[in-house]
């Protein structure tokens, strides 16, 4: 076959018209399952995850475990039987693709393009990038505050130095020389203390805001038994939680040294570690494609791409009215964002939803992508604005502790002169 399959199983198909099992591969494809012969190839069904009605856990025998699919209206039944790794494993994954409903049924994007999706698609990439320079801005912002507050510690320390020399100084003997030295060297390590807290030391945990969450099946490693639960993109972090949304393991984005695509449909995330072994998971879900531009955003040199597949890009399931809503959204939020409801500003282009205008399926795509990394980047931004707000207050509060500190050295430094 040309299409590459997301998994594949070992296992054997009841072939109803020779009444015998058949030892073969099961795959699953974008959209349909099918079942190929292990001695010529030959594909011996294939039907679309759509024309599914039951995907049953049954027996064989009442010994050996089997699945059987149903299609609709009861046109066929296939049963399979001694899939591997396990019955239960291969049913999860079916089960997830199966009622996520994305790869089945859905038609190919239009290629063709409309003046509004492209005016619509101009204006959020072009406010797009105006964020990005905002963000970078803000980002050198940030490393120069920090670096005033690397300034701020070493003038402390500076002066604890300087406190001590001028006790030395003004003590008449050995033993109150090392009596207000203890002294001093007691209130040296509470400066040190507090500047090893650094400005904002309290204030560590960044914004975890939600940015999107989806339905996966995960694995710890590469292993092949997977569990339900979700991917749930944070602006600090990545979490994988169970069925139940607990929590299974998070990674901060720190901790995160390597994510790659494997495929439209799976993600492996990895965290490598010297002499223990590595925290690996890997995702699997028909979804996975919706977080691929917001991981892709926030992990640019950690991230790897998936190669062209032979199916193209990964295929998006959505309603008819869909669409119309997301132009909709767009419409309102490019129209606040040019700001005024005054002739002025729609000369200026302001976007204005009629009725009957329609963007393709590649331009709502395209929109949709686009308006996913300008929240990111406005959750990053918002983080880092909080960030910097809680850095200048304690570097404030650090700038009138060192001046008095500097005014009190001074006057004690004119009494010896």
Known sequence: TMESPIRTWRGSYYL??????????????????????????????????????????????????????????????????????????????????????LLGGGSQASASSTALGQHLVATATGSQRRLEEAAQA?????????????????????????????????????????????????????????????????????????????PVMYSRGRGTEFHHGHLAVLCSALEVQDAAGRQVHIYRRSDVDEIEALSPYEVIVKQRFIGQPDVVFLLLSAKIANTIPVLEQQYREKFSAYPTYPWGPAPTHKRKTSGHKLIQTAGRWLGGLMGGDDEASEAEGKVQVQKGQTVSDAESAQL??????????????????????????????????????????????????
């Open 16 to 101: 109803i018209s020779n009444k015998r099992w058949v030892p073969g591969r099961f795959c699953l494809l974008p959209g349909r399952l099918c079942f190929y012969a292990n001695k010529d190839s030959t594909m011996l069904f294939s039907t679309r995850l759509a024309d599914l009605c039951e995907i049953k856990k049954t027996t064989v025998s009442l010994v050996y475990s089997a699945l059987a699919l149903t299609q609709v209206g009861g046109v066929a039944c296939h049963w399979l039987s001694g899939l591997e790794p396990s019955r239960d494993a291969v049913f999860n994954v079916l089960e997830h693709f199966w009622r996520e409903e």
């Open 368 to 417: 949709n992508q686009v308006l996913t990394g300008i929240k990111v980047l406005a959750l990053e931004s918002g983080a880092e604005v909080e960030r910097q707000n809680e850095l200048l207050e304690d570097t404030s509060s650090l700038v009138d502790r060192t001046t008095s500190r500097i005014n009190a050295a001074d006057r004690r430094i004119k009494k010896l002169l």
């Open 138 to 214: 803000l980002h050198h912002q940030g490393q120069q505050l920090d670096g005033i507050g690397q300034n701020l510690q070493k003038m402390n320390a500076d002066l604890c130095i300087a406190d001590r020399l001028l006790t030395q100084l003004e003590g008449p003997s050995f033993f109150s020389r090392w009596t207000k030295t203890s002294e001093d060297g007691s209130e040296r390590k509470q400066v040190q203390k507090e500047a090893s807290a650094g400005p904002g030391g309290g204030h560590q945990d960044a914004a975890t805001g939600l940015i999107v969450r989806v």
